[in-house]
């Protein structure tokens, strides 16, 4: 890039980032001199305040942040007196809110005058004056109280974030984190994140250029404004007053397809490069796989353009080489773990990244706050907060049918974006949507004069008043999301010319305008029984959707053996409960008529697994990592609304507490590889059975499909192809030999190119046979043969399944349950009676154990 | 009256037959051309067997994701078609065969139609298991036999290899012994036949001469099969319930489940019968063959089994609240008052209420009534199998996969077709074989020696059936 600038010195480089955080990186400026965001360490939080920041699903660097976060939620001992307490101030029910301890509800308009309560009541504490501002809701204020004093009593130990893109309200939280004397603790600048440098204000900026022909040339690299940008359509104008634009987008996308030149680059995974995602850590891009098509790497199409002298044309790979002299000729000179160029290189590359050591930079809070700037609250009836979706993010993901086929982890509906409305218990037998909406509603929504056709989803923890939905959907060009869910982008406001993720006066239509009967769901059912109300006798009434509705039938919902779930503080309660439990289903499965098999099972390989729900966000990586590595096939929306999705993974989520204001935990659902596989004796054909090792195995070309297997399995986990979904069946993909079929009459599974999407360790199945989760057999395969080839015995960890690497908080483990020292056996142990196995008491004997759920939220604020 | 009726003894037909009339009666039916009625009920069975084809060929050829059924709710129409046909086929071999036994005499009446019916029945019950198998081009797996694949055994401990077995051989021994049925009256009509036709009937008859030899030899099979086939009127249903009982989904997992559904079984197969039969004696004007008493014992027995069935219902759910079992509990709850409350209480009126108006001696004596009960009770008993199914599926262990289903045009079609199928098959049935067992029917003729005809005979009878005999030339 410097060596085009320096070719064409009137070149400007504008960045920005598909969600904001422009206001940050300028308060950050402006409070302690760094246009940067610091390194946020929410493991040495033990209060954490999130003012709508989604830091475990799209905030910044959520995956960092997750994993730290979970490291104060595990259960440690039967004690955990180290776990974090998270509050959560937001309207809808983020990803990150729904595993909150406590979420305090304000309007999406109301986020500044909520930051500025808590400023001054912690102002109030540490002796620093008041600044007034906009007032929050009653409840919220009472609340922001009791936080406050307890992000005192954590001084030095609590974290206070926020999502807002209004530098006055950044400046803010800057200030609480100061007077909290979190700065350099928690927020630690000492190693900054580069993962937002955008700043939209530069953006509109070049609107007004192009707009007057000031611009000859345009280059859109890695970006895609005409979709994303609030103010797209202006864009778009100004954009064709550009003579020559050239787009790198490897695919046809909107601002693509309004360019004059399309100069495909490589994608990542055709690459070299290099990132320095945060300070001092540089990290490699390495290419897996020769160029598919006919492209050329961004980075050296802009060489070539510069004629640089530094890049050789006659090497085969002529970027690698120029990478690999930048990093002899620059970043050699910078470090001093290596004494040769070639090491530093190959190491780099081998390791995959090379640490700097951390800068040890200290910063201190300069300047003034003042409440002036933070937005008012808009007092209209109804407000919308727009937000980021863990799969799509704002579209960039939209064209990948995996990720648009994860279901959404709060509201579990696939292939498209939902409008959440706030939802009340009938006093009957319904939970109900607002204005009587139920799902698969869509209704007229307008926004300044804006009108979209949107679903509807009854949205649980959706704040009365508020209605939410996700960016990213609604894309015009470029890929298989063309056409699902409604781009809400032009709806969002601009303040200062930053970009406002909500908005208010809100127009819903009265009455839906159209209802589809079959919704792109997963999970039709939400809850685990929800409060609303108390009984005579002071204790909680249950309720649920359809069924179980009236009263002194709750037990049915909240006392399965699903979820176990506790306050911190009911810890041995807890203990003594599922002591209790394990007993009673252990006497009831010693009344069996099966043989016992622990001699069986007990020697040799035993696969088990460790889900612990306390680590589990929900964020549903496992999932996508699950249908990669097993080519799962995706189905499409309309067959997900008849449930025949065909995931071997799911998360389940289920609320459960006050209605109002609901708690959540999320479950991911496997084969539970049961011992007593009920699936098994009931296959006339055999097609499922028991492997020595534990494992529940599946014989694709001996299953019939009857499906009795899926019926007789209590967690629903087994998957029917109903269709043929991957073109593998008999006769389309061997009518091309028969019938010579054309290139474009192909079974896309026949295509060659679509086939690389598959794993060839894995078998594709056809239509008619059941599939489910495996294990990863071919993992475990492959860890045995490795360990043969290397003559030795099988180490723990040799074998990892695809979802445990995923997973961003360490919440799956898989080993050996009859090696006592592997992680997965320790881990259990340690768990002790809050490990168990989903409905222990009807004797599948599963081989995945979960871990109790337990919150630490602040019961005052509920009272 | 010159018929010789043991004053305890009910005349079980009616109409003062002599032995010529029956055969009369009952062969003309194959032997002249079909009556317009016949035609038009043919032609609309035909139609729904055509849609029958159409629907499992485009369920064949597209897959299983045609029909409603989901990952949550895996068996559905399909299953629940199944067990409601072959409890319809119950009722032919409890006739049969367990009446026989108990020497009830008036199955002589309705047994042959009855049979005929679980043949049928069993056939159409037959193609869900078939059909419903996401690779029916496979289905051979099922059968045990000696392969290279290793070799490759059945499961002998899955509940629907059990089925297999079960309904297999129902079905061969239901044929054979409806069969054996028919090989006497198959040759009385051979014996007015003529050309073609008597070639045919003698091929299917195996040369019957009605030699005491023949016929001893005849009783003596008819015992035999009788006797294989009492305990598996009792079997086939209980194997059925299996493919519930012994699975681990609440409401499924039931030990109540074989009495109640042979119980169920009986008691729509009987009002199969009856829907049947009630056509039948009036299309072919056998009234006088299949009586009023006929249909007032079959109603004596639907209210019998009715009730047993709703003993059931109500101790399922005593079961369930004694239990203490929150699953259990929740699956009863839900069948009742959950999403298919409706399937539920349909299910409640039609076998439990609806057949109590049996009670009445007059309804019980009544045409109308008892064809408009007897498809009550056959709706209710397909609810009931809906029930079983659908209901306890949608409303599992764990709430995240609960679901809902609803069938696609294509289960309809195929449910309706088979109907067609039935019907088809018995309408053919009617034209080619008599539908009342001849030879049994005059078995139980209360007339002594009057009506003897032979060289020895005296004039001095004079009866009206002997008149009528001379007149038409015997």
Redesign the interface.
Known sequence: MGEFMAKYPNTRVITYDPVSAAALLAANEQSFGQRAIPSYHFDQADVIVSFNADFLGTWISPVEYARAYAKRRKITDKKMDNMSRHYQVESHMSLTGSNADNRILVKPSEQGAAICALYNEVAALTGAGSIGGPKVNDKAAASMKKVARELVNAKGKSLVVSASNNVAEQVIVNKINDLLGNINTTVDFGTLSYQRQGDERDMVRLIEEMKSGQVAIAIVWGANPAYELPNAVAFKEAFAKVNTRVSFSGVMDETTSLCTHAAPAHHSLESWGDVEPKEGHLSMIQPTIAPLFDTRQAELSLLMWADSPNLNLEDEQPYYQYLKSYWASDLFGRQNKYSTPTAFWDMSVHDGVFEMPASGRTVSFNGNVSSEGVSKPSGSAVEISCFETVNIGNGQYAHNPWLQEMPDPVNRSVWGNYLAIPVEWDGVNNINGWQNLTDGDHVDVTIGGKTLNCAVVRGFGQMPGTVSIALGQGREAGGCGVGYGVNVNPWLGMNGNLIQYYAGDVQVSDKPTSTDKNVPCV???H??GVAVGKEEDGKPYFVDE????YKG?A???T??S?IFQAHVNELPELGERMEKFHEEAGHLNQQTLYPDRSEFFGTGLHWGMYVDLNSCIGCGACQVACVSENNVPVVGKN?VA????MTWL?I???FYGDLENPKVVY?P?MCQHCETA?CE??????ATNHSMEGLNQMAYN???????C???C???V???????YTTADLWPANEERVFHVSEDDKPFYADNLVRMVLNPDVTVR?????EKCSFCVQRIQEGKLTAKKETRALADNDVRTACQTACPTGAITFGNLNNPDSEVNQKRNNAGAFAYQ??EE?N?RPGVKYSAKIHNSNEELNS | MSQAVAPVRHVLIEGDKSYHRITEDLVSPTEKAPTREWMIAFTIAAAFLGLYVFAIVWTVWKGIGEWGANRTINWAWDITNFVWWIGIGHAGTLISAILLLFRQRWRTGVNRAAEAMTIFAVMCAGQFPIFHMGRVWLAFFIAPFPNTRGPLWVNFNSPLLWDVFAISTYFSVSLLFWYTGLVPDLATVRDRATGFRRKMYETFSFGWTGSAKHWQRWESLSLILAGISTPLVLSVHTIVSFDFATSIIPGWHTTIFPPYFVAGAVFSGFAMVQTLMVITRKVLKLEEYITLNHIESMNKVIVLTGTIVGVAYLTELFIAWYSGYIYEQFAFYNRVFGIYWWAYFGMMFCNVVSPQLFWSRKIRRSIWWTFFLSIVVNIGMWFERFVIIATTLARDYLPSSWSYYRPTWVEISIFSGTIGLFFVLYLIFTRVAPVVAIAEIKSILKVAGSQYIGPNAKHQHGTESVKKQDESGH
């Not at chain 1, 359809?546 to 509705?549: C, K, L, S, V």
């Open positions: 999970q039709h059912h809850t685990m359809h069924a179980i509705g039938f037990g049915a919902l006392d399965r699903i067959e008849r449930h025949h999705e799911r389940d989520r289920y479950q659902m009920p004796n009931v296959c006339p054909v055999n001996r299953c019939i499909g009857t499906r009795y899926a019926n007789n209590p967690y629903k087994r998957r029917f192809n109903w269709l043929d056809s239509r008619g046979v059941i989903v409905l009807i599948t």
